[in-house]
C-alpha cells in the first residue's frame, strides 16, 4: 500500500465516473456536457454556536463594541459582522455542531432553549449544512438542578431531556454525540454533578446503553456517536465492553486539543489505526490548532491554563496553516474517518485561545486560505466542459460527494458514493 497521502487521498476519497446522458430518451451525442461539484461526501466540519444570535435574528445594527467592550471597536454592525463570519464559514464548511450543554441549554427545569436551537438547525440545514447536536449527556457543563435530585432522579431525568431532545429535533438534526468523555466520568472530581454519581453507581457500560436506548428509541434512523478525549488504552477497552454488550455506536468521537502542539502525522495515524479496528466511521469530533504560543506540556487539564491574553502571531500562524494541511491531509488519507469538526472558526473561543481559522478582527488567517485550497481547490472539480461521445457520455475524476451535470439548458444531480469506478444515467 501506498505511503503518499494524497495517492491513499485519491484512492479512498474519488470516483472515475462514466456518466451516459440522454436527451428526451436518445443518447446526448457529440453535445456539451457541463460537470458542476456541489458539495463534498466527506464532512467538513466546524462548530455553529456563536451563530445563534444572528440565526434567531437578534442582532442590530449597532456598531460592534469589539472584544474589549469599546476601544478597538470597527464599527461595524454586529450583524453585518456575523454575516460577513457566516460568508466564510458556509464558503469553507458543509457541517455544523451545535451545543446542547444541560447547564446553557436548560439551566432552569423545564425551559429548555428548544426554540432558538432549532432555529439555528434549521438555519443551518436551509443552507445545505447537516447538523449534529453535542452532547446529550455529560458530567461537565451541567445543570445545577440535576446535581440537586437524588441519584434515580437524575437517570430518569437524564433519560427524558434526551427524549425529548431527540424527538423534538428530529428531521433537523440526525446525529448526536450522546454521550461524552465517559472513560473519566465516574472518577471525574472537579465538582459534584449528577452524571458522576450516577455513573459511578451504574458503572460506564450501563451508564452508556441508558443514553443509547433513549436516544435509539426516540430516533431509530439517528446517527449516535460515542465521544471521547481520551485516546489511551482506556478508551479502547470502554469500546470493547461496549460492543461486547451489543450496544450500537454508529461512529466513534475521537477529539484532538492540540493546544500543547500539533500531533504530528505519525501519531494521528496511529491512533487512526488503534480505533479503526472496531470497523465503526471515525469522526474527529473537536480539532484545535493553535497559532500563538503553546500551551506549557506540564499542564495535565487543559482548562487549568487560564490566562489574561493568548494573542495569535504571524509566526504561529505560518506553523498554524502549515499543521491544518498536514492534518487534514492525514485525515483524509485514512478510510475510516468520515469527518472532521474543527472547535471554532474564530479566534477567542474555549480557553481564549487564538486556535480558530479568523482573527478576532474578523479577517482570516493563512490557515483558512490553506484549507480553502485543498477543500474548494485541490479537492473540488470546478464547473468543466465536456464532450460526449456518441454513446453520450462523458467521463471524470471526482472526490466522493454531489455533482449537478447539465446540458442542452437542463440540470440532473447526482452522487458519487463509491471510490473507484462509478457508472451513472443521466435523463435529462
Known amino acids: 500500500m501506498s505511503s503518499d497521502p494524497d495517492a491513499l487521498i485519491r484512492q479512498h476519497r474519488t470516483a ?23 458539495n463534498h461526501e466527506f ?33 461595524e454592525p454586529e450583524a453585518a459582522r456575523a454575516e460577513r463570519l457566516a460568508e466564510l464559514w458556509f464558503d469553507l464548511f458543509n457541517f455544523a455542531t451545535l451545543p446542547f450543554y444541560l447547564g446553557q441549554f436548560e439551566p432552569e427545569r423545564g ?18 449544512c447537516p447538523v449534529k447536536g453535542h452532547p446529550l449527556a455529560w458530567h461537565s457543563v451541567t445543570a445545577e438542578w ?18 425529548r431532545e431527540v424527538t423534538d429535533f428530529a428531521g433537523v438534526i440526525d446525529m448526536w454525540d450522546v454521550i461524552n ?23 460506564r457500560i450501563p451508564m452508556i446503553r441508558t443514553v443509547f436506548d433513549a436516544a435509539r428509541e426516540a430516533n431509530p434512523h439517528a446517527t449516535l456517536l460515542l465521544n471521547d478525549f481520551d485516546m489511551s488504552a482506556a478508551y479502547e477497552c470502554l469500546i470493547e465492553g ?30 487512526l489505526d488503534r480505533f479503526s479496528r472496531y470497523g465503526l466511521p471515525i469522526h ?25 491574553q493568548w494573542p495569535s502571531t504571524p509566526e504561529g500562524e505560518e506553523r498554524q496553516a502549515d499543521e491544518i494541511v498536514r492534518h487534514y491531509r492525514t485525515l483524509l ?63 471524470f475524476n471526482g472526490f466522493l460527494g454531489e455533482y449537478e451535470v447539465s446540458a442542452a439548458g437542463r440540470s440532473v444531480t447526482v452522487r458519487l458514493d463509491r471510490p473507484g469506478p462509478a457508472a451513472l444515467d443521466v435523463a435529462l
Open 242 to 271: 461496549v460492543l461486547e454488550a451489543g450496544i450500537r455506536i454508529d461512529a466513534l468521537g475521537l477529539q484532538s486539543h492540540m493546544h500543547q502542539g500539533y500531533w504530528g502525522e505519525e501519531r494521528t495515524l496511529e491512533v
Open 333 to 395: 488519507s485514512h478510510p475510516s474517518v468520515r469527518a472532521m469538526t474543527y472547535w471554532g472558526i474564530s479566534d477567542g473561543g474555549w480557553l481564549g485561545a487564538p486556535g480558530g481559522f479568523v482573527r478576532v478582527d474578523g479577517t482570516p488567517k493563512p490557515s483558512y486560505d490553506a484549507l480553502h485550497s485543498l477543500v474548494k481547490g485541490e479537492w473540488w472539480l470546478p464547473p468543466t466542459t465536456l464532450g460526449a461521445d456518441e454513446r453520450g457520455r462523458v467521463r
Open 146 to 163: 440535576l446535581t440537586e435530585l437524588p441519584n434515580p432522579d437524575v437517570v430518569r431525568a437524564q433519560v427524558e431531556r434526551i427524549r
Open 284 to 308: 474527529f469530533t473537536e480539532t484545535t490548532i493553535v497559532s500563538g504560543h503553546l500551551m506549557p506540556p506540564e499542564i495535565v487539564d487543559l482548562n487549568d491554563y487560564q490566562i489574561p
Open 43 to 75: 464532512l467538513f466540519g466546524c462548530t455553529g454556536f456563536e451563530f445563534i444570535p444572528l440565526a434567531n435574528g437578534e442582532l442590530g445594527a449597532a456598531p460592534d463594541a469589539g472584544p474589549d467592550g469599546g476601544t478597538g471597536s470597527s464599527g
Open 16 to 38: 472515475d465516473a462514466t456518466v451516459t446522458v440522454t436527451l428526451d430518451g436518445a443518447p446526448l451525442a457529440g453535445r456539451e456536457v457541463v460537470v458542476t461539484q456541489r
Open 181 to 203: 468523555e465517559v472513560v473519566i466520568m465516574p472518577i471525574f472530581d472537579r465538582y459534584d454533578n449528577g452524571l458522576t454519581r450516577i455513573c459511578r453507581e451504574l458503572g
Open 111 to 128: 425551559r429548555p432553549d428548544t426554540r432558538r436551537l432549532l432555529a439555528t438547525a434549521r438555519w443551518f440545514t436551509e443552507r445545505g
